[in-house]
């Protein structure tokens, strides 16, 4: 070996250390220790133990099986059961599925909630002041972000998986057959893998080593642990993903595609985003025919993807689709079968610390719960103030895309959608360029140079005032919320400031 003291300058070289020779071999075959060297735990509760949880820390938890999952009520049954108190929970969404919550609120062991949506009897009672701290509602991109920079500070990742080898690598689906669950991309469980302190993969497939291609590799995997059940493929297919056959809903798809075209945002390598939604997603269908028409096609499609997306991939009208979120089963197997449909992360997705996806869309066509005259919408909150919804990716994609189009029928039931003032401010107006409703199409005064085409193109276009007044001819003006003085919900803005809070909704006599 060298002398390292002849070494001239050797002051000037970064200190390393000196070789202290080979380590420890193995030479047993791969097929020997492959099964006494890898990841995998007894149990749940013993994986729990090795992280080293204490009370006070924060979890967290991904949303890709909806309301199919069944691992946040496994996991916080066990952590009640093992004595665990004042935990924060940071799942990137919630379900009606995760109604046990509320007894675990109630009884300590989760105190603090961050998500980007909640929906069912957990976000009723939350409304009604079931929690003493409010509920942080973050966008996807905002998520990812607050993950990345250390706001959002997560111990203990519990992340379920569809298949897994016993050294942690995992995937939404299993190349080794066809019968197990498939919940497709993992995209929002990929921040938590990567920052999180300890990440556990919990999976009811394990699979032979390597579990190729993965989501989420081995190196960001503490341990495995392996169950009988993650949950149910069939609730990952939720109403807000439905093929709509609604009259009302394909007119407003109808006009939407018509507004994208005369905007001049449909040409020969165009990028899109269909958010949930039957109008937002039934939209690609007359995209679909105007593109066969032409002979054109769309460089990528982006986000949460769809059935109706993969065909079109399949058709060969859509060249990429950069899948964050599987939205049903026909998504999830096209992510395994089609060479150029890719799973991205949520950063990679819509954060604004980098150049994201979202920042090249042409297009995104989102729905809305309420628009407002100033254009304004609300994807979070009910017509009676209670917590019905997500944010998901709404701001990030609005922002990002040079044309965000927002659709909505012009009143559901006897309730207006254009009002006045929204209940819940999510996506501001300034991020919105276009609303399409059933009853008339509304250009927001910034952009002066949409509205000119659309009106070129023989499109009517009407104020928002005017279309926000016709609601209110047609169902008049519904009863003001009461609300209390009490924060149940704080609303962040895809860049972690707060854009709005929730207060707990009044119905005392």
Same mark, same amino acid.
């Not at 449909?266 to 939209?283: E, K, P, R, V, W």
């Given at each position: ?24 071999? *193995? ?41 199919? /999952? ?6 916080? /049954? ?12 940071? =799942? ?30 957990? =976000? ?19 998520? =990812? ?66 579990? =190729? ?11 495995? *642990?392996?169950?009988? +059940? ?93 899948? %964050? ?93 254009? !009002?006045?003032?929204?209940?819940? %401010? ?22 002066? +140079? ?24 047609? !169902?008049? !003006? ?9 924060? !149940? ?21």
């Amino acid at each position: 070996m060298p002398d390292l003291h002849q070494i001239p300058h050797l002051d000037e070289i970064a200190h390393h250390g000196e070789y202290h020779g080979v380590g420890k071999r *193995v030479t047993e075959t791969f097929a020997d220790r492959y099964h006494h060297q890898n990841k995998v735990v007894p149990s749940l509760e013993d994986a729990i133990r090795l992280t080293g949880l204490r009370d006070g820390m924060t979890i967290s938890f991904h949303h890709h099986f909806r309301n199919g /999952d069944h691992i946040v009520n496994m996991v916080l /049954d066990k952590l009640a059961e093992m004595g665990f108190h004042d935990l924060k929970l940071a =799942a990137s969404s919630l379900s009606a599925i995760h109604a046990p919550l509320i007894r675990h609120i109630q009884n300590g062991v989760i105190t603090h909630i961050e998500t980007s949506g909640m929906r069912g009897e957990l =976000a009723e009672a939350v409304s009604r002041g079931l929690m003493d701290c409010p509920v942080v509602f973050r966008s996807h991109g905002g998520r =990812a972000s607050a993950i990345r920079t250390g706001e959002l500070h997560i111990d203990v990742a519990f992340l379920g998986a569809p298949s897994c080898d016993p050294y942690g690598n995992a995937n939404g689906y299993s190349r080794d057959d066809d019968e197990g669950i498939a919940c497709g991309s993992l995209g929002y469980a990929r921040p938590d893998a990567a920052y999180a302190d300890e990440v556990v993969i919990i999976t009811n497939h394990l699979v032979a080593y390597p579990n =190729a291609p993965w989501a989420i590799p081995e190196d960001e995997v503490d341990y495995v *642990v392996v169950t009988d +059940d993650i949950g149910d493929p069939k609730g990952i297919m939720s109403g807000a993903t439905r093929y709509t056959k609604d009259p009302k809903e394909l007119l407003i798809a109808r006009n939407a595609a018509n507004v994208i075209d005369a905007a001049g945002y449909l040409y020969d390598g165009f990028s899109m985003q269909m958010g949930s939604g039957g109008a937002s997603l039934a939209t690609a269908r007359f995209l679909r025919q105007k593109m066969l028409d032409r002979g054109i096609h769309c460089r990528f499609a982006l986000g949460g993807i769809t059935g109706q997306i993969t065909a079109m991939h399949e058709e060969g009208l859509i060249d990429r689709i950069l899948d %964050v979120q599987s939205f049903d089963l026909d998504a999830a197997k096209s992510l395994k079968n089609n060479h150029f449909h890719h799973q991205i992360g949520a950063t990679y997705y819509a954060s604004y610390l980098v150049d994201s996806a979202v920042d090249q869309l042409d297009f995104v066509v989102l729905s809305a719960l309420e628009i407002d005259t100033d254009f304004n919408v609300n994807v979070l909150t009910g017509s009676d103030g209670v917590i019905r919804g997500a944010i998901g990716g709404h701001p990030d994609t609005a922002e990002g895309a040079s044309l965000s189009v927002v659709v909505a029928p012009l009143t559901r039931g006897r309730i207006p959608t254009i !009002v006045k003032h929204v209940n819940t %401010v999510v996506t501001p107006g300034d991020a919105v360029d276009v609303v399409v409703t059933d009853q008339g199409i509304a250009v927001n005064p910034r952009r002066p +140079d949409v509205k000119e085409k659309l009106e070129k193109a023989g499109l009517h276009v009407f104020t928002i005032e005017q279309l926000q007044q016709r609601a209110e001819k047609i !169902v008049g !003006v519904p009863e003001p919320i009461r609300y209390k003085d009490r924060v !149940v919900g704080v609303v962040m803005y895809r860049d972690n400031t707060i854009i709005d809070v929730i207060r707990q909704i009044d119905e005392d006599a």
